[in-house]
């Protein structure tokens, strides 16, 4: 199959949740089921702020991408955990700031693949691809033709790994593979990363997690230190690691925000 094959519906499993379709239920797209649906309602009898996360998450992947295109001067980005197409998307909110930006799309659930098409409108400056692959398996992104075609890696990345990885438990080593990912990238990149806690609602995230769990999801959340740890060897924009709607606010209208009730760490930084 090519990146740009339509995968049929029996390869699409709605037998059981998935946290990209969920998460599209929270940003209240249209592309999830009603397995989804059901899920997604549980996580929000115990985090009735479930959609305000998500909307502040979003948000502060425009501003992080409209920062390092508009004032960090980047023009490659490789989003991991790409998730459904909602507009804007990463490669809007950078071909806006700048026409000629190149941007590399990664996610697994085939029901992304279906609307890749989306995520491949470049503008006529610039240039997108889509890579159906596993974040647990890092080498087959760095190896990936369609990658090397669109970004080079002498010049500097932005490697996007937004609401991703509190879905990859520590049995899959994350720390290991966003170093792995970090390390095929030139000085001056960027590494930006947003990541669930449980460091403001301790009980409340119990719950959360439990819920994924039972719908067969891996899942885990975790402290400000150990998101620090994605970060070693970086140099934080400003302001550091932050709660996403304190990380370099713009206006933008969210209503019932707090620390709480967003639960995520978010940070930007370079690398040296």
């Given at each position: 199959m090519?990146?740009?094959d339509?995968p049929?519906?029996?390869?699409?499993?709605?037998?059981?949740?998935?946290?990209?379709?969920?998460?599209d239920?929270?940003?209240?797209?249209?592309?999830?089921?009603?397995?989804?649906?059901?899920?997604?309602?549980?996580v929000?009898?115990?985090?009735?702020?479930?959609?305000?996360?998500?909307?502040?998450?979003?948000?502060?992947?425009?501003?992080?991408?409209?920062?390092?295109?508009?004032?960090?001067?980047?023009?490659?980005?490789?989003?991991?955990?790409?998730?459904?197409?909602?507009?804007?998307?990463?490669?809007?909110?950078a071909?806006?700031?700048?026409?000629?930006?190149h941007?590399?799309?990664?996610?697994?659930?085939?029901?992304?693949?279906r609307?890749?098409?989306?995520?491949?409108?470049?503008?006529?400056?610039?240039?997108?691809?889509?890579?159906?692959?596993?974040?647990r398996?890092?080498?087959?992104?760095?190896?990936?033709?369609?990658?090397?075609?669109?970004?080079?890696?002498?010049?500097?990345?932005?490697?996007?790994?937004?609401?991703?990885?509190?879905?990859?438990?520590?049995?899959?080593?994350?720390y290991?593979?966003?170093?792995?990912?970090?390390?095929?990238?030139?000085?001056?990149?960027?590494?930006?990363?947003?990541?669930?806690?449980?460091d403001?609602?301790?009980?409340?995230?119990?719950?959360?997690?439990?819920?994924?769990?039972?719908?067969?999801?891996?899942?885990?959340?975790?402290?400000?230190?150990?998101?620090?740890?994605?970060?070693?060897?970086?140099?934080?924009?400003?302001?550091?690691?932050?709660?996403?709607?304190?990380?370099?606010?713009d206006?933008?209208?969210l209503?019932?925000?707090?620390?709480?009730?967003?639960?995520?760490?978010?940070g930007?930084?370079?690398?040296?």
């Open positions: 090519t990146d740009l339509q049929s519906i029996h390869e699409i499993d709605t037998s059981k949740p998935h946290p990209a379709r969920m998460y239920f929270y940003l209240q797209g249209k592309d999830y089921y009603e397995v989804d649906k059901e899920a997604a309602a549980k929000e009898s115990v985090f009735p702020t479930a959609k305000t996360c998500a909307r502040a998450n979003r948000l502060f992947m425009h501003r992080a991408t409209r920062w390092l295109a508009a004032e960090a001067g980047v023009r490659q980005f490789l989003d991991i955990g790409t998730g459904i197409p909602t507009r804007p998307n990463l490669h809007q909110v071909q806006e700031a700048a026409p000629e930006s941007v590399v799309y990664v996610d697994n659930d085939p029901i992304v693949l609307h890749a098409e989306a995520l491949m409108r470049s503008s006529p400056e610039g240039r997108t691809a889509y890579i159906q692959a596993d974040v398996e890092p080498k087959t992104i760095i190896a990936s033709e369609q990658l090397h075609q669109t970004i080079d890696l002498t010049r500097p990345v932005a490697l996007s790994l937004n609401a991703l990885l509190h879905f990859v438990p520590d049995e899959f080593r994350p290991e593979t966003v170093q792995y990912l970090l390390d095929a990238l030139p000085s001056g990149s960027y590494l930006v990363l947003s990541h669930c806690t449980q403001f609602a301790p009980e409340m995230w119990e719950g959360v997690i439990d819920v994924y769990h039972r719908g067969g999801i891996p899942a885990q959340v975790r402290s400000r230190d150990d998101v620090l740890r994605f970060f070693d060897g970086l140099e934080f924009v400003d302001p550091g690691l932050a709660v996403p709607h304190r990380w370099r606010p206006g933008e209208p209503d019932g925000v707090t620390d709480a009730a967003v639960s995520i760490y978010a930007v930084a370079r690398k040296p």
